[in-house]
């Protein structure tokens, strides 16, 4: 992934943003990260491996989380209890606990519309919880 350029001649990060914009521009605190959320889709990074490190790095900073992150050259199983890459997909049920299912529902972009999206994304929980984000994040790490 270190060596996969960015394309940016299809304009891929205006369309994204646009679409950023447009599903969360009115969520309770938009404003407040709005620029710093966007300077991910202007900045052009010479690599995905970059624009994904200083996006991993801005939410963990965001959600007071402390874990260090270490760049490798080659992946090596230290355990294979935490080795995770095969187990994230639509196909397979997730095996993360999520303290018996009942993640607490918070208010999200067309709620009026549309049921609660548990585990949705980090930009979501972002835009609607706001700093209340590391809170939601920690309760349920208990």
């Not at 995770?84 to 918070?106: A, G, L, M, V």
């Not at 979501?124 to 919880?129: A, H």
Request: proline share 3%; charged share 30%; with cysteine.
């Amino acid at each position: 992934m270190e060596e996969t350029k960015i394309f940016y001649d299809e304009k891929w990060n205006k369309r994204a943003w646009r679409s950023i914009y447009s599903a969360y521009g009115k969520s309770p605190y938009f404003e407040f990260y709005k620029d710093d959320i966007e300077n991910f889709f202007t900045k052009k990074y010479s690599s995905l491996f970059d624009m994904n490190f200083y996006i991993i790095l801005y939410f963990f900073k965001k959600f007071n989380i402390k874990t260090s992150l270490i760049p490798t050259t080659n992946f090596e199983i230290i355990d294979a209890k935490i080795d995770f890459r095969n187990y994230f997909s639509k196909e397979k049920p997730s095996i993360i606990e999520d303290k018996d299912n009942n993640n607490e529902e918070y208010i999200q972009c067309f709620d009026d519309k549309l049921p609660f999206f548990k585990n949705l994304s980090c930009i979501d929980l972002l835009f609607n919880l706001g700093n209340n984000c590391y809170n939601y994040i920690n309760f349920y790490k208990k």
